[in-house]
């Protein structure tokens, strides 16, 4: 059976993906993927071993500028490739319009989540098949429902195998023990302060551990200059692709991270990791394991779901609630997740 997926982002997202392959994997022999993910994700579904061909889109890229992108044949190229294959499936595991027109062009019965289901109700439209999913489920598990229900097994969700080969991750050796922070984060109302970041670093050398700084844009950067402060137990990292990155992660004694994709590729590794959560709900999206846990702050508009936060900010324009997650408190809870594992 050839099935074909899309879901083109984002990183948490193509991450919650994973373990629905393991499933489908086990559930039926031989199955095999094709994937259509954003540009910018393109080597994560390769990781997975019942993954053929990835197909890149780039719709973030080219909204921004569609008649450059309409000249340049990229789209068309798109679709053309799209259209090579004829597949049993074609599952939209993400729900939403512009997941959607990607299904109306591909070759095969399509699947999706139905009105009641999906993220943006309009996309069930153009299924063939819509399927129910109840909500208020993590993402992780509505995913796998889905795909149990298109492809026809019965599935448990008491363990999670997101099934990352990590054979095809970019390994560096490096000395250890070492600790990833991930500070980086799109939204403002994530942001853990970086005074308590620094306070968070002193500990952890102070136990022993290299503290790995990962950055992917100039603004992570600088705030990774500033925690570094010269101290030679914290690293700045370069820029790098995932796959070196997800290495890196893969062998690090344990991870503290934001509310981020890459917290969730931590996670899919394996590795104790703490998750600093403020407006999000980790009911729905938190990592889940073994020696990972998701550490709420202490407020009562929590969760607010909301990208700025309108509650108050502190003087350096962080949101007062992190103010209850202790840097001491955090390297505990990180040293009993080390611990489980």
Known sequence: MRVLVIKTSSLGDVIHTLPALTDAMAAIPGIRFDWVVEEAFAEIPAWHPAVDRVIPVSLRRWR???WSSWRSGEWQTFRQTLKQSVYDVVIDAQGLLKSALITTMSRGPSFGLDRQSARESLASLVYRHP???AKGEHAIDRVRRLFAQVLGYDVSLSTVDYGIDLKRLDRPQLETPYLVFLHGTTWQSKHY???????LAHVAVSE???VLLPWGNDEE??????LRQDKSAITLLPRME????????SGAAGVVAVDTGLAHLASALSIPVVVLIGPTDPVMTGVVGRGQRNIST????????KRTCNHRLTRNGDPVC??????????????ECMKER
């Open 193 to 199: 302060p970086e005074n308590h970041w620094r306070e």
């Open 298 to 305: 202490e407020y009562e508009c929590m969760p607010c779901l």
């Open 208 to 210: 022993g551990y290299r």
């Open 221 to 226: 950067r600088l705030r990774g200059e500033r």
């Open 242 to 249: 995932l796959s070196r990155l997800a290495g890196i992660i």
């Open 131 to 133: 399927i129910k999913v």
């Open 322 to 335: 992190f103010d209850t997650l202790i840097p001491e408190q955090i390297f505990d809870t990180l040293r």
């Open 64 to 66: 921004k500028s569609p």
